[in-house]
């Protein structure tokens, strides 16, 4: 720390360094909280998790009895020890509550008032958060799996929804119809996400292997299908040419740049994708046990350098480095299949919920001041990070603009 702040004063780092340093050094070492934890408020598995863009206070959640709760992650005036309470729920006896398991909930991104869910009921509803009643219902004829918006978007107010058919449906707000349908799919749509840089690219994931990026503006078909094998044949068979995995694709997510599209399959394959080119960037990441027969949703952090990803796994949360690939470590603390996770960019913490009911907080661990004479103790504390030891306090974290 006082090297980043000497190399500040004597010009030789950027202003935003130091920052991203801590913000890289909290991403990366990340542990159950031992002073925060969720009131426990769903009793079947907890589906979908979204924190407020805005505000960054708001907690909501999603669970397989249709119950959907909104949490304050925030306790005024501060104690070192709190339990983040529910504000507001739809509980089993709102006659408003979907009928079967919630599978994605998610904030408007511009203001706390609304927020939206979507169910196995076949119903995608609008919600006016202080009167906790649906402003708009949008009924389908298959369950839904997966819708999302924009958190961009500034020239349209479209939802995309993913479901049992073989296409995706944008729903518009403004005017409250189903604008148009998205073609291209050979069986159901499992995941869908806007991308974080241009307000009208669109990726899916769907149960036919395929991931598929669109351009809304585009009367045609998807912009382009994502390859595994960047368009080369694999054998004397051409059955994988032009799939994204060798199973179901039933989580995605953009990174924080937009440059960059992470894919999971239950091929038990994590894979790192350009959106420009569509090329697989071929990163090795491992073997990841994906036993999900519905949407699982990743989270990529935002302001770290190197990227990491958190995919939820069977028991629990596997973290990755984007860079090479490189299984970091392992968040342990679920008793059952995590289905959800929710990266907290304020605060660089993680949110995640799983089979077991359970809503968990997880906290980056506190930077240690070492003393000079203390070299041996520092060795034992010090963690394996993408192929290097390193201490919080090591001075190791490099950037290209510094280069």
Not at 137 to 157: G, L
């Amino acid at each position: 720390m006082l090297k980043f702040l000497n190399a500040r004063e004597r010009g030789t780092h950027k202003p935003d360094a130091l920052p991203r340093a801590e913000v890289t050094r909290r991403t990366f070492s990340l542990e159950l909280s031992k002073t925060k934890d969720v009131q426990r408020i769903h009793m079947n598995g907890v589906n979908t998790l979204d924190i407020d863009p805005t505000e960054g206070r708001y907690l909501l959640s999603g669970g397989a009895d249709g119950v959907m709760c909104v949490y304050d992650t925030e306790c005024k005036p501060y104690t070192k020890e709190f339990t983040c309470q529910t504000i507001c729920t739809v509980g089993r006896s709102n006659r408003n509550v979907h009928k079967k398991s919630v599978e994605t909930v998610q904030w408007y991104p511009h203001d706390t008032g609304m927020f939206t869910s979507s169910s196995m009921d076949m119903k995608l509803k609008i919600w006016d958060t202080n009167a906790l009643v649906p402003a708009d219902v949008f009924d389908f004829e298959k369950p839904i799996y997966n819708h999302d918006m924009s958190p961009i978007a500034t020239r349209h107010t479209l939802i995309a929804v993913g479901d049992l058919s073989h296409h995706i449906t944008l729903c518009d707000l403004k005017s409250g119809s189903s604008t148009h349908i998205l073609k291209g799919h050979k069986a159901a749509v499992m995941s869908v996400k806007w991308s974080t840089k241009d307000e009208f690219l669109l990726a899916s994931g769907s149960r036919d292997s395929r991931v598929l990026l669109w351009d809304i503006r585009q009367a045609k078909g998807s912009l382009m299908t994502l390859d595994q094998h960047n368009g080369e044949t694999v054998g004397s068979t051409s059955a994988a040419v032009h799939t994204a995995h060798n199973g179901h694709v039933n989580g995605l997510s953009f990174t924080e740049d937009g440059l960059h599209l992470v894919s999971f399959g239950t091929d038990d394959r994590l894979r790192l994708w350009e959106t420009t080119s569509g090329k697989n960037t071929l990163i090795n990441f491992g073997k990841c046990t994906n036993e999900g027969r519905k949407t699982l949703k990743l989270a990529v952090s935002i302001g770290s350098q190197p990227d990491a990803v958190f995919v939820p796994n069977v028991g629990d949360i596997a973290v990755y480095d984007l860079q090479n690939g490189e299984l970091v470590y392992d968040l342990n603390g679920h008793y059952n299949a995590v289905n959800c996770c929710i990266y907290h960019p304020l605060y660089q913490e993680l949110y995640s919920g799983g089979n077991d009911s359970n809503i968990l907080i997880w906290e980056p661990e506190q930077m240690r001041i070492i003393e000079e004479d203390e070299e041996e103790k520092r060795q034992k504390k010090t963690k394996k990070f993408y192929g290097q030891n390193i201490t919080a306090t090591a001075d190791t974290w490099s950037s290209d603009e510094d280069d």
